[in-house]
């Protein structure tokens, strides 16, 4: 069983909507990253958390700690919101174990 | 905005070759990492480096990995005899304290071995 486990695998949403993607861990951890992976293979990173809620304009990270899970979500989806969405998770010093990536697909 | 630059975007190499992938990291920042991803998977911790000594690594990286701050600026990942399966996309990312504080990436060394 993979340490992180993304949800759903793949998202495809008209421009607009709600989005929200899960990420659920199994292991104890220290701090949670939400990353954006592009078509190119850039990765940025956009939301680092170790407990609450965290909003940089459209977008809102949350962390339950009590039930190891996370979610991102993304308010009036546009077309540019099209990407890889990663979870990692830090584990000891540095480590940080990934997720599978949802694949989010926004139409216009 | 400051960048992680790195270096070659692509390589090809021969099976058994040795590979060094660049990285010039951001100039205020103290943590230095390399992930790598394989085509179609996830992205997979290598290493983890700090006041010029390694402070975490993962069990992909073996005798076959090195790294490296050779000059201050420049961060090196040296593969010593690639192997079929090292071929993937090597990112490079830095952090400005620990692993808990938000990684800058760069775009990524793409490597192929044949």
């Known amino acids: 069983k993979n340490e992180v486990e993304q949800s759903p695998q793949n998202l495809t949403a008209q421009e607009g909507e709600f989005i929200t993607i899960n990420c659920s861990y199994s292991v104890g951890i220290s701090a949670l990253h939400w990353l954006q992976q592009h078509p190119g293979g850039g990765i940025v990173s956009l939301f680092m958390?170790?407990?609450g809620k965290k909003k940089h304009g459209r977008l809102i990270a949350t962390i339950n700690i009590q039930e190891k899970h996370s979610s991102l979500h993304i308010t009036a989806s546009h077309p540019r919101d099209s990407a890889v969405y990663i979870c990692a998770v830090r584990r000891g010093a540095q480590k940080l174990v990934f997720g599978q990536g949802t694949r989010l697909t926004i139409n216009p | 905005e400051p960048e992680v630059t790195q270096t070659p975007s692509h390589q090809v190499t021969q099976m058994g070759q040795e590979v060094i992938l660049r990285c010039v990291p951001i100039s205020n920042h103290l943590y230095f990492y390399w992930y790598r991803q394989i085509l179609g998977q996830k992205v997979e911790f290598l290493v983890s480096f700090y006041n010029n000594e390694i402070s975490e690594k993962s069990e992909i990286f073996d005798d076959q990995f090195s790294v490296e701050r050779p000059d201050g600026s420049n961060f090196t990942l040296k593969i010593r005899s690639t192997k079929l399966e090292d071929s993937a996309m090597y990112f490079c990312?830095?952090?400005?304290?620990?692993?808990?504080?938000?990684?800058?990436f760069g775009a990524g060394s793409r490597l192929t071995v044949l």
């Open positions: 990312a830095s952090s400005q304290i620990s692993g808990a504080n938000v990684l800058t």
């Open positions: 958390l170790s407990s």
